[in-house]
């Protein structure tokens, strides 16, 4: 990823919620500098969510689309919007000022436009929901599922809630034991102390019972991605991913001894699969991902008098 490229970041307003916008900046932010920030749509409508707060906030300038055609067409606007975006692109692409674009939409008529730009030796990033159809996705460089990457991260939201909770809970106790210990040659002041100690008690269970619930609760949103079938708008099952490495990649990559370096895996698991991310299945990095399946070893390499630590992998 070069942090220094320019990149143009065109948006669809009547196919993306602004649930994800936060997302979609923090994700652009790892490949390089937007210089151009378009939203498009028709922003009286009613079915559109971004708001002008959203606009002011992120430097999106909006490009309004009013429908040309009868309100009888159902996607009359939406098709208006979408020719006005991919127009932009090509004016943008022959300006010469932009080393790359992110089209987020989960829409397939951008699928030539995807492939159109990365002809011209753009870096072509896609953003958009799980539905997003398989020709849209592979037509991107890189493309990123924004709902998914939300679910994971509401997870993780959720769980470091619950580490918060405990540790105030631990810390609780500790009090209580400390004033037990304190107090033990004065018998009324211990048994207030162990009745003050019940009552923290049963307040910490009741904070512990609400963190508890939003665990499930995100867990059962994990479940919920995990269990839905295995088709082409869905991510890539992991098991069909080490079947992969193990047949394909790791016989090419691999030195005398099976090992072979995880960043060169990672590398051509994102050219086959260009909505591949270690975060679509619950893990922050590709290291972690593979550390918790069963058929790989993954060991640590420093690079010499450097601090930076590389990762090996080889199949058991």
Known sequence: MN?????ALLIDAENISRNYRKT???ELAKYGTTTYRRIYGDFTSKTISWTSEDMLKYSLTPIQQYSNTSHNNKNAGKNSSDITLVIDAMDILYSGNVEGFCIVSSDSDFTKLASRLREAGMLVIGMGEEKTPLAFRKSCEKFILLDVLNKSNDKKQSQDKKKDADKKTDKADKKVDKNEKSDKQHDKTKKTTKKSKGASAEDNLTAEQIEDKIEKQAEQISEDVEEKPDNATTVMPFDSITQLIKTEILPELANEDGWASLADIGNWL?????DFDSRNY????????FKSCDD???KPQSNGDSNVIYYLIRQK
């Open 3 to 7: 942090q220094d490229k320019k990149i």
């Open 282 to 289: 619950g893990f922050n990095k590709l290291s972690e991902l």
């Open 270 to 274: 994102y050219k086959l699969y260009s």
């Open 24 to 26: 979609i900046m923090t």
């Open 296 to 298: 790989f070893e993954v």
